[in-house]
């Protein structure tokens, strides 16, 4: 275990007002791209490194110095004074891309390339004395490396949350080398393991960050309804000033001004009755509010919607009110012909277009792992419902504690990004994991940390159910040990796709549940290409196929009675390497409402006609 990971996890035991902070960890700095600072997006140069020569000489002993690609030195200078050294890579003078991007549109050899790269970037810092320097990474797949000018920084595990640097001590005047090495290779103990269903995207794939913050300042927010009448804030400082520094909270819409002292930790929690003003978020009526923290010599800032969000019985609860969830599940893959994970703004908008003016729904299934922050934000400001999940996914090594600890710390580096956005409703632990009592111990452990980060949304997870014959009916038992512990019990069905049961028997199916909780259908969904038809054989992957596949499927859901919404796989179709048959595949998964390039296939419209006569009921 790294010790930024001990680090992290030590947090879970430092719990102030039933809430853990990230006291003890590494400071987060919330709502990281709202800093002053510096972009190191654009220009980068990078190397492959397919035998880790940057990592151990070829003897297992310390890196050979022509290989050490993370040194800072002007290669082709230093050959010129030193003309006997021998280098065998040279950055400054290796091919040049632009980032954030996953590597796979690098160069055409890059495509199906796993493994280390090197990546490096020359830039010039503007330092404020007194003030303190981070270099931040949004999301780099699935292992990092960082170095500052030679020095290692760290390391990173997973590839789809945030981490930083503390570099105060490290950036110099005029030019600085950021050398980040990215493996994209997992083993049985990652999370997510191998073998998963989608393109793994290697890289950088998130934004870089130079954060400058004065000496002391504001690391974490977490502005909610804990209930129907209570607002709540919580603040941490960091720095060593911290202890007993003013901490003002205001949201000027509102009139909400309060203010207090951090305790010895640097903590401070208040709350406030709810204000008459205040227009609760929902996806019809998605109001934000601009929130104002200052303490000291800072301020951070955010846009903020408050709602609550609970269950009642199999209910689920917006704002105390009963919602259906007409959703759909997504990857973070943009539209077009060739993705490489680069998810602007506008690739963001077109999907959630797709989903809430096409589709008529309200709630997205960010899969299977932490989408980019700006997703999040853009369902915010655009109204949907969020669930938001980490790689716990198939085969994952349940008795392995540093696989556990892994888990743990992608969770918490998740719920700690973004908990303040009021469209994420559930926090789910995982997708289609076999049972077994390791596997039950640790999905619960993972529950019972999301409710010690974030009390205040539901926990979930996507669960697998077998359809068996019970006295002549086809019946789907909801039966999984690890119901116990979720709020919200959400089911992956594919009868009429994978199985035995034939589609013309799927609108039949009864389910069965022992708990008095809320079921979602997380997954549901059939392959098809876009523009095969064969409406006489009905083959699979034709749209009549998928089509049908839908209307059978949805008159079932309409018969059970404690289904509290859907997500269906999936809006687009999304690159898959397990998905090979050469005339319907070719690499991609075509369980889409649309194509790659987001083409509407026919289901598109059986969804969105049944979601429009869901939304009136
Ligand atoms: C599932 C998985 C999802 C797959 C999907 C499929 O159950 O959760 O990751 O992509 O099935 O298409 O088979």
């Given at each position: 275990?790294?010790?930024?990971?001990?680090?992290?996890?030590?947090?879970?035991?430092?719990?102030?007002?039933?809430?853990?902070?990230?006291?003890?960890?590494?400071?987060?700095?919330?709502?990281?791209?709202?800093?002053?600072?510096?972009?190191?997006d654009g220009e980068w140069t990078y190397s492959v490194d397919p035998y880790r020569d940057g990592l151990a000489g070829f003897h297992g002993g310390p890196v050979g110095q022509g290989y050490a690609r993370f040194d800072p030195r002007d290669v082709d200078a230093y050959t010129r004074e030193n003309p006997s050294a021998l280098f065998e890579y040279d950055m400054r003078k290796a091919d040049k891309v632009d980032l954030p991007s996953s590597w796979i549109n690098h160069a055409p050899e890059m495509r199906h390339y796993q493994g280390l790269v090197w990546y490096q970037k020359i830039f010039t810092p503007t330092i404020k004395k007194g003030e303190r320097s981070f270099v931040r990474l949004g999301a780099a797949n699935y292992r990092s490396y960082v170095y500052l000018n030679g020095t290692k920084l760290g390391e990173h595990e997973g590839g789809f949350t945030p981490f930083l640097f503390e570099v105060t001590d490290?950036?110099?005047?005029?030019?600085?080398?950021?050398?980040?090495?990215?493996?994209?290779?997992?083993?049985?103990?990652?999370?997510?393991?191998?073998?998963?269903?989608?393109?793994?995207?290697?890289?950088?794939?998130?934004?870089?960050?130079?954060?400058?913050?004065?000496?002391?300042?504001?690391?974490?927010?977490?502005?909610?309804?804990?209930?129907?009448?209570?607002?709540?804030?919580?603040?941490?400082?960091?720095?060593?000033?911290?202890?007993?520094?003013?901490?003002q909270v205001s949201i000027p819409a509102l009139n909400v001004s309060l203010s207090g002292k951090a305790d010895?930790?640097?903590?401070?929690?208040?709350?406030?009755?709810?204000?008459?003003?205040?227009?609760?978020?929902?996806?019809?009526?998605?109001?934000?509010?601009?929130?104002?923290?200052?303490?000291?010599?800072?301020?951070?800032?955010?846009?903020?919607?408050?709602?609550?969000?609970?269950?009642?019985?199999?209910?689920?609860?917006?704002?105390?009110?009963?919602?259906?969830?007409?959703?759909?599940?997504?990857?973070?893959?943009?539209?077009?012909?060739?993705?490489?994970?680069?998810?602007?703004?506008?690739?963001?908008?077109?999907?959630?277009?797709?989903?809430?003016?096409?589709?008529?729904?309200?709630?997205?299934?960010?899969?299977?792992?932490p989408h980019a922050e700006l997703t999040t934000r853009l369902a915010d400001e655009m109204g949907l419902l969020v669930w938001s999940e980490i790689p716990v996914y198939w085969r994952i090594d349940w008795t392995n504690e540093e696989t556990l600890d892994a888990a743990l710390a992608m969770q918490q580096e998740n719920i700690l990004r973004d908990r303040n956005r009021a469209s994420i409703v559930l926090w789910s632990i995982g997708n289609e994991t076999?049972?077994?009592?390791?596997?039950?111990?640790?999905?619960?452990?993972?529950?019972?940390?999301?409710?010690?980060?974030?009390?205040?949304?539901?926990?979930?997870?996507?669960?697998?159910?077998?359809?068996?014959?019970?006295?002549?009916?086809?019946?789907?038992?909801?039966?999984?040990?690890?119901?116990?512990?979720?709020?919200?019990?959400?089911?992956?069905?594919?009868?009429?796709?994978?199985g035995s049961v034939p589609l013309a028997d799927v609108s039949e199916v009864r389910w069965r549940s022992d708990h008095d909780k809320p079921m979602i259908f997380s997954e549901l969904g059939a392959g098809a290409q876009k523009g095969f038809a064969d409406p006489d054989l009905m083959r699979k992957f034709s749209e009549d196929y998928q089509a049908e596949y839908y209307r059978e499927t949805l008159e079932m859901a309409d018969h059970v009675p404690f289904l509290a919404g859907l997500s269906p796989w999936i809006l687009k179709d999304f690159r898959s390497p397990r998905r090979q048959h050469p005339v319907y595949q070719n690499g991609w998964n075509r369980k889409g409402l649309i194509s790659e390039t987001g083409e509407r296939k026919e289901a598109f419209d059986v969804l969105s006609d049944y979601y429009a006569g869901r939304a009136e009921r």
């Open positions: 275990m790294t010790s930024a990971r001990k680090r992290i996890l030590a947090a879970f035991s430092v719990v102030i007002g039933a809430v853990a902070q990230a006291a003890a960890a590494d400071p987060l700095i919330v709502n990281a791209d709202s800093r002053d600072g510096q972009s190191l490290h950036l110099k005047p005029g030019e600085n080398v950021l050398s980040v090495g990215v493996d994209s290779v997992r083993d049985e103990t990652s999370v997510p393991p191998p073998v998963t269903d989608w393109e793994t995207y290697g890289g950088i794939t998130r934004s870089v960050k130079l954060i400058q913050l004065p000496e002391t300042f504001v690391d974490d927010v977490f502005a909610r309804l804990t209930d129907a009448d209570t607002m709540a804030f919580d603040v941490q400082l960091d720095g060593p000033k911290a202890a007993g520094q003013k901490i010895a930790e640097g903590h401070w929690s208040t709350t406030t009755n709810v204000p008459a003003a205040l227009e609760k978020w929902s996806p019809d009526n998605p109001s934000l509010y601009d929130i104002k923290v200052q303490s000291g010599k800072d301020s951070v800032e955010d846009r903020v919607g408050f709602r609550t969000i609970a269950v009642d019985g199999t209910d689920i609860l917006l704002n105390g009110e009963k919602i259906f969830l007409r959703g759909i599940s997504m990857h973070e893959e943009e539209m077009g012909p060739d993705p490489s994970r680069i998810m602007t703004e506008e690739a963001v908008r077109a999907l959630f277009t797709e989903i809430k003016d096409g589709l008529n729904g309200n709630f997205v299934r960010l899969a299977h792992y076999p049972l077994s009592d390791a596997r039950n111990r640790f999905m619960m452990t993972l529950a019972d940390a999301v409710r010690a980060l974030d009390p205040t949304r539901l926990v979930t997870a996507a669960l697998l159910t077998e359809t068996k014959s019970e006295d002549g009916v086809l019946t789907a038992h909801v039966d999984d040990p690890l119901s116990d512990s979720l709020d919200v019990l959400s089911v992956n069905t594919y009868n009429g796709w994978y």
